[in-house]
């Protein structure tokens, strides 16, 4: 069997809830080898996303291609070929770090002479092996987030799916994921992330994908985007709301998008030389967070 | 952590395995949800085990001493302690797979997600069924078996048709589990519950002839008696322990069999329902 170019596609994916549509006609493509992150407020449709991804639910229209099996009819062929890492913690909290693995290497079919060495391995990937007895209910947050991750990789598969996989987490455990996650990249395995830390998504992913409303608006490498949606430099102005509304208004009256943070409201492009009421401001480099917000709007859904 | 200290042979993909390719009823899947089932089993078996011999224990005392004092006999010269004793089965086998099926299966995908990370795996709706049902079948076939023990310290003597009530509890049992599965993949809330086993699981089993006969029950109730699982149970396991009744006998099975078989089907029906949108 040759191996595909794509570790998975997406194409024209529609997948409806009643009168909501959760997925309006997606196209998404992660390339082999890559990292593809997939960024969106909540309620874009990347948890459905993922979930389409697994055939745990099926879409109303489109095509969609994993491992370059066709889903839904071979999805169980594609799942036995990738690892899941999901959103919220399924691990079984009464049994150890070992069973659960132990478990999971017998749903994955790994062939029982190497059963012992890949649990061996999950162990070394989660950093768990002195606590292989440890029943998971005993074991941190940052523990058990690992453990999940070594869970989906207990097989060898070529492509990981990880849904939001820092949520939740304190930085040091973020950075030691990150690491984990990067190491995976630079062995060849697919990822496709979905998360809405935009740092995560900048530092990991090849190229990102972002989501709004079951679509994607833009996509491209993190650099990329941010020359192309939000240019090389931004002017930030921090102050009190009513001069923030006062400098938003100046600045759209001169033609130019703004985005408002929690405490400033950031402009595109310089506006440092127009000598009005917002000269007062840095000027910093934009970054994919300008881009992000500028795309999915402002508001929350 | 640091990925960096993992080698390539420890991360890298597997190479695929040429020619496998996975069918749609895999034994292995099935294997691999029991395999589970049993990790768990064994860090709670003592307390399914005492609650599943302490109750027959306490229904035997106080039916077979309390009312049996007042009945000496129950028919062809049955005492009415080994009438209940064989009569339990039935009940044992109920309490020990459509309970446990109907609160399991709620926890497992509703609160504790278990089956979403099984389904991600290469395991489908209907494996998980199957061996979820397989699982308490067995259990509640051993488990089954306590109220005949219990039975035989107060005086039921043992005989060789017995050793068919462990294959009658499975039977049973699977059919039950499934109906347990099917409950909790229809009901909105765990407090729904309730309603099924004071309006389902009650009257089936006080009309299944556990603890009275039912050719004193009118006729109406004799026939719909017919359409309940409970009430075949308890005629087969009293038949094997007192003596087979021919094609009776045939009969009661072959319903514990259909019965386990439309269950069956409603289950994977109704989970597939709940758990693939």
């Not at chain 1, 496709?192 to 608006?217: C, P």
């Not at chain 2, 004092?69 to 062809?76: E, H, K, P, R």
Request: proline share 5%; with cysteine; hydrophobic share 45%.
């Amino acid at each position: 069997m040759p191996v595909p170019d794509s570790a998975l596609s997406l194409r024209g994916v529609v997948k409806r809830y009643g009168a909501i549509t959760a997925v309006a006609g997606l196209d998404l493509e992660v390339p082999a080898g890559t990292c593809v992150g997939l960024l969106g407020p909540n309620g874009a449709g990347k948890s459905t996303t993922m979930r389409l991804l697994t055939a745990q639910a099926i879409a109303d229209e489109g095509a969609i291609e994993v491992l370059g099996y066709e889903l839904p009819g071979e999805s169980k062929q594609a799942r036995a070929e990738m690892g899941v890492v999901p959103q919220l913690d399924n691990l079984d909290t009464t049994l150890t770090v070992e069973q659960n693995l132990i478990v999971f290497s017998h749903l994955y079919r790994v062939p029982r002479p190497e059963r012992r060495e890949a649990i061996e391995r999950a162990l070394e990937i989660a950093n768990l092996r002195d606590r292989r007895h440890t029943r998971v209910d005993e074991l941190s947050g940052g523990m058990r987030r690992r453990l999940l991750i070594a869970r989906g990789l207990v097989h060898r598969p070529r492509l990981v799916l990880l849904d939001e996989p820092t949520v939740g987490l304190d930085p040091q455990v973020r950075q030691e994921l990150w690491a984990l996650i990067d190491r995976l990249r630079s062995e060849g395995i697919s990822i496709l992330m979905s998360t809405h830390y935009i740092e995560e998504a900048e530092r990991l992913a090849d190229t990102v994908t972002i989501m709004s409303h079951g679509k994607v608006v833009a996509e491209g490498p993190p650099a990329a985007l941010v020359a192309e949606h939000a240019g090389g430099e931004v002017h930030e102005v921090y102050g009190p709301p009513a001069r923030l509304a006062e400098i938003e208004a100046e600045a759209q009256a001169a033609g130019r998008r703004t985005r408002r943070t929690g405490t400033s409201v950031t402009i595109i492009g310089d506006f440092s030389g127009n000598g009005g009421p917002a000269a007062d401001g840095v000027q910093r480099a934009a970054n994919l967070e300008d881009v992000f917000v500028l795309l999915t709007g402002e508001e929350i859904a | 952590m640091t990925g960096a200290e993992l080698t390539s042979e420890q991360i890298a993909p597997r190479p695929p395995r040429e020619g496998r390719r996975l069918r749609r009823f895999e034994r292995s899947a099935v294997g691999g949800v029991l395999v589970r089932e049993m990790i768990n089993f064994s860090s709670y078996w003592r307390s399914t085990t005492f609650s599943s011999t302490v109750e027959p224990t306490i229904y035997l005392l106080a039916f077979g001493f309390g009312l049996g004092s007042l009945i000496s006999s129950v028919g062809d010269g049955i005492s009415y302690e080994e009438f209940v004793g064989t009569g339990m089965v039935a009940m044992a086998v109920l309490f020990s797979s459509a309970m446990p099926s109907m609160f399991g299966t709620f926890v497992k995908y509703s609160f504790q997600r278990t089956y979403d990370a099984i389904l991600a795996a290469p395991v489908d709706t209907e494996e998980l069924v199957s061996a979820e049902a397989l699982w308490m079948a067995m259990r509640a076939s051993v488990f089954g078996c306590a109220p005949l023990l219990v039975a035989m310290i107060f005086g039921l003597d043992p005989s060789w048709g017995m050793l068919a009530v462990p294959f009658i509890n499975f039977t049973a049992g699977f059919g039950w589990s499934c109906f347990g599965i099917s409950i909790a993949a229809f009901v909105k809330s765990i407090d729904n519950f309730g309603y099924i086993t004071s309006a389902v699981i009650t009257p089936l089993f006080l009309v299944a002839g556990t603890f009275f006969p039912i050719d004193q029950l009118p006729q109406w109730a004799q026939v719909l008696a017919q359409l309940n699982p409970l009430y075949h149970c308890v005629e087969l396991v009293r038949h094997a322990a007192f003596g087979w009744e021919g094609w009776a006998d045939v009969w009661n099975y072959a319903a514990l069999v259909a019965f386990g078989l439309l269950a069956w089907r409603v289950a994977i029906f109704g989970m597939r329902r709940k758990l693939v949108d």
